[in-house]
């Protein structure tokens, strides 16, 4: 069964830092997204990493992936307070059934 | 504009009642998802449809049934059999089967509560 894990699942930060949200997945899967969801809202597509040192950058936020190692970052770079919100990454397990799984999301909460 | 279409946004039930959620694509998309969130939870795959008249089981379907009869539609019936329906629900499509960006797009999403 296909396993995904994020850490930390909380991180509270000063504005101006940098820090690192961490996806782990128990599968084969070159294929992984990163989605950002504000309070009470839907989710929205930040990242779409297919294959294997897949970096993609967006203002502060820049996502690496690692198909060997299995793991995927999103690394935020000098903090701002509009990108307080939760980070949820999927993967995508490439068999038939095409399943999307996604970890229990990292919170982030940017302190002014 | 193309999108995701879900409704009600908002919906109340007492127990033991059957609902069924709305979801509605203009996206040419093949693939359907439903997902559910609880609170500060992530999401948690309930069912999910590759092309029109299949689909699959998620990892949470119990209590839950759904149809594939049209390309654009895909609603999800959360019937008295789930124990804890109160929850956000999520639809979501993507392309093509296997293409390159199975990038997930979403609905705004349906807040069930069971009183």
């Known amino acids: 069964e296909l396993k995904v894990e994020q850490n930390p699942l909380f991180l509270s930060m000063q504005e101006g830092k940098n820090y690192t949200i961490y996806c782990n997945y128990s599968?084969?899967?070159?294929?992984l997204y990163w989605y950002r969801q504000d309070p009470g809202k839907s989710l929205e597509s930040l990242f779409v990493?297919?294959?294997?040192?897949a970096v993609k950058q967006e203002g502060r936020l820049m996502a690496s992936l690692d198909t060997k190692a299995r793991l995927s970052t999103l690394h935020i770079t000098a903090a701002v307070h509009d990108l307080s919100a939760t980070y949820f990454c999927?993967?995508?397990?490439?068999?038939?059934?095409?399943?999307?799984?996604f970890g229990k999301g990292t919170r982030l909460h940017i302190l002014p | 504009d193309g999108g995701i279409t879900q409704s009600p946004k908002y919906l109340f039930r007492k127990e033991g009642q059957n609902v069924t959620l709305s979801c509605e694509q203009n996206?040419?998309?093949?693939?359907m998802y439903w997902y559910r969130q609880d609170p500060g939870q992530g999401l948690r795959l309930i069912y999910y449809s590759q092309i029109v008249n299949d689909f699959q089981k998620g990892d949470i379907a119990e209590g839950y049934s759904v149809s594939r009869e049209k390309k654009e539609s895909f609603p999800l019936t959360v019937t008295s059999a789930q124990k804890n329906p109160t929850a956000f629900y999520l639809c979501?499509?993507?392309?093509?089967?296997?293409?390159?960006?199975?990038?997930?797009?979403f609905g705004e999403g349906s807040r069930l509560t069971v009183l």
């Open positions: 999927a993967v995508d397990i490439m068999n038939r059934d095409d399943k999307i799984i």
């Open positions: 996206l040419n998309h093949d693939a």
């Open positions: 990493l297919l294959s294997n040192g």
């Open positions: 979501a499509s993507s392309g093509r089967p296997g293409a390159v960006a199975g990038e997930l797009f």
């Open positions: 599968t084969t899967s070159d294929r």
